[in-house]
Nanobody
Framework: QVQLVESGGGLVQAGGSLRLSCVVSGRTLNTYAMGWFRQAPGKEREFVAAIRWSTAYTTYEDSVTGRFTISRDAAKNTVFLQMNSLKPEDTAVYYC??????????????????WGQGTLVTVSS
């Protein structure tokens, strides 16, 4: 069973940067992709980015492409989401997630096998 613990949320001004971290524990990590989803107030949860643990292949939601970067440090069992050029519309609770399905399928779904507890990111204008 994979477990996820996020950190790194906070308040930032528009145009600023934040880095989210997600410590991953469990076995058979190579069978998983790790990702980030977010849920803004009054909106449904949406996919943000994902990385295949075994190959480091990445995929992104269109609105964050070029601004956000997902990466992983296998030695530290940690996944990162570097968020640059933040906008007020990026304000949301960000959830680390893990799933064993192909990323192209997972990215179109709001379901994930494993969720972290979430961390709040607030971008002020």
């Amino acid at each position: 069973q994979v477990q996820l613990v996020e950190s790194g949320g906070g308040l930032v001004q528009a145009g600023g940067s934040l880095r989210l971290s997600c410590v991953v524990s469990g076995r058979t990590l190579n069978t998983y992709a790790m990702g980030w989803f977010r849920q803004a107030p009054g909106k449904e949860r949406e996919f943000v980015a994902a990385i295949r643990w075994s190959t480091a292949y990445t995929t992104y939601e269109d609105s964050v492409t070029g601004r956000f970067t997902i990466s992983r440090d296998a030695a530290k069992n940690t996944v990162f989401l570097q968020m640059n050029s933040l906008k007020p519309e990026d304000t949301a609770v960000y959830y680390c997630a893990a799933d064993r399905r192909p990323m192209a399928i997972w990215a179109r779904d709001r379901y994930s096998e494993v969720w972290g507890q979430g961390t709040l990111v607030t971008v002020s204008s």
